[in-house]
C-alpha cells in the first residue's frame, strides 16, 4: 500500500499496489501497521459499516460530537463516488477547506478522514456500494452536519441540480456558518 498526503496533510489517500497474474489481481486492502505508521498514531478500527446508493446520492455533511468523533477510512466496493472531506477544526489554517477525492472499484484507493472533519460523498456511477471503517461505534443522534449546497463551501458534487437525492435529514441540515465545531485545532483527539 502506498501512502499520500493530500493538501490537508492529515487527509491521507490510500493506493494498493496490485498484484496481477492471468487470474486476475491481488491487492492489500489494510494492514494496521503500515497505516498507522504512516498516519503517527494508533488507529484502531472497529466497525465497518456499508451503503448502497443509486447515482444522484449525496450523503452529507456529517461529523459527530466530540465525545462520539469517529476517524474513517473510505472505500468503494463497487461503483464511483466523490468522496469530501471538509475540515472542521477551528483554528486550523486550512478550517472550512475542501478536499475532493474520486474513489472507484477501479483503482481501489481510500481515503482516510480524522476526526475534526466533516465528512460526505455523491454517488457518480448507477450505483455504488461504500465501505466506510470507523474506529467509534456509531451513536444515533450525535450527529452534527452541515448542508450539501452551503454557499460559503462550495462543494462541486459533480451531480447536476435536478438528478440530486438526498435523505431526510440531510435535507435539514445547517449551514456552515451556523454550525459549531466541536473541534480546536491545537487539540488531538485520538
Known amino acids: 500500500m502506498n501512502y499520500k498526503k493530500l493538501e490537508i496533510p492529515e487527509l491521507i489517500l490510500c493506493e494498493p499496489v496490485f498484484h496481477n497474474d492471468n487470474r486476475g489481481f491481488v491487492f492489500e486492502a489494510f494492514k494496521k501497521e503500515s497505516f498507522n505508521k504512516f498516519v503517527g498514531y494508533e488507529v484502531d ?3 465497518d459499516i456499508i451503503s448502497h446508493s443509486k447515482y444522484g446520492v449525496i450523503r452529507g455533511l456529517h461529523t459527530n460530537t466530540l465525545n462520539f468523533a469517529q476517524s474513517k477510512l473510505v472505500s468503494v466496493l463497487r461503483g464511483k463516488i466523490l468522496d469530501v472531506a471538509v475540515d472542521f477544526r477551528v483554528g486550523s489554517p486550512t478550517f472550512a477547506k475542501v478536499v475532493s477525492v474520486e474513489l472507484d472499484d477501479v ?3 481510500q481515503l482516510f478522514v480524522p476526526k475534526g472533519f466533516l465528512h460526505g460523498f455523491s454517488v457518480l456511477s448507477n450505483k455504488a456500494i ?5 474506529d467509534r461505534y456509531f451513536e444515533s443522534g450525535e450527529s452534527i452536519g452541515v448542508r450539501y ?3 460559503d463551501l462550495n462543494v462541486e458534487w459533480k451531480i447536476k441540480p435536478q438528478d440530486i437525492i438526498l435523505g431526510k435529514a440531510d435535507i435539514g441540515l445547517k449551514m456552515f456558518s451556523d454550525a459549531v465545531s466541536p473541534f480546536d485545532y491545537g487539540k488531538k483527539y485520538y
Open 45 to 47: 478500527f472497529c466497525q
Open 107 to 109: 483503482e481501489n484507493k
Open 149 to 151: 449546497n452551503d454557499c
Open 130 to 134: 461504500v465501505n466506510m471503517k470507523i
